[in-house]
Nanobody, 116 residues
Framework: QVQLVESGGGLVQAGGSLRLSCAASFSMYEMGWFRQAPGKEREFVAT????????NYADSVKGRFTISRDNAKKTVYLQMNSLKPEDTAVYYC????????????WGQGTQVTVSS
């Protein structure tokens, strides 16, 4: 099973930027970012396919967040701009299983806090 380690979270003021990184033990076909705010369900943020040619975003982050990947480094990134207090959450990196088609592997999460 692939191991995923996120980094790059922190405290930022509204309107600021952060870049999250997810280092994988080996490259996976499709990768994604999800987030979970206190008292809420985990929600989809963005996904990217192997080549990076296909990306998908939640409506709430379109135009502000960008997902990308560097397969040589086995790393997926989430560039977050124009951050809002409602973006505050624990952000998780996930890898999709080619067997089940589900996001079966998850990192430990990294906290992002946006102050108003």
């Amino acid at each position: 099973q692939v191991q995923l380690v996120e980094s790059g979270g922190g405290l930022v003021q509204a309107g600021g930027s952060l870049r999250l990184s997810c280092a994988a033990s080996f490259s996976m076909y499709e990768m994604g970012w999800f987030r979970q705010a206190p008292g809420k369900e985990r929600e989809f943020v963005a996904t990217i396919n192997w080549s990076g040619s296909n990306t998908n975003y939640a409506d709430s982050v379109k135009g502000r967040f960008t997902i990308s990947r560097d397969n040589a480094k086995k790393t997926v990134y989430l560039q977050m701009n124009s951050l809002k207090p409602e973006d505050t959450a624990v952000y998780y990196c996930a890898a999709k299983s080619m067997i089940s088609g589900d996001f079966a592997s998850w990192g430990q999460g990294t906290q992002v806090t946006v102050s108003s």
